[in-house]
């Protein structure tokens, strides 16, 4: 479903890992995060999301978009799944707390204005 049909789509899909993620992580500090394998990973695949989910934007609609860094999200991804036994959590948590909150609202502002 790759092209502007799927654009859209692929925002949710973004915005639906985000909000994933912000469950899991609800009252929770590092070192719980750190503790515990299931949340470690299970964010970890919602990220993977993410970024899969930045790959397959057109190029068009990441233009309208000039102030996310697509390729450092695709990036992340990329890193993600090939260098799973080397990935930092602490990392991972800093993206969490304060990447991603900002991602989602500036998605969302736009979600259902662009097709």
Not at 23 to 36: D, E, H, P
Not at 57 to 79: A, C, N, Q, V, Y
Not at 84 to 108: A, H, M, N, R, T
């Amino acid at each position: 479903m790759k092209g502007k049909i799927g654009d859209r789509q692929r925002r949710f899909h973004i915005v639906e890992a985000i909000s994933e993620i912000q469950v899991y992580v609800a009252n929770t500090g590092i070192n719980k995060f750190l503790s515990n394998s299931m949340m470690l990973f299970a964010c970890v695949k919602q990220i993977e999301i993410i970024g899969e989910a930045a790959n397959i934007i057109t190029p068009e609609t990441k233009s309208l978009f000039t102030d996310l860094e697509w390729k450092k999200i695709i990036g992340m991804r990329h890193i993600l799944v090939h260098e799973y036994f080397g990935i930092d959590f602490e990392l991972i948590w800093q993206v969490i707390i304060s990447d991603l909150p900002d991602l989602k609202q500036k998605i969302l502002l736009v979600i259902d204005d662009i097709p």
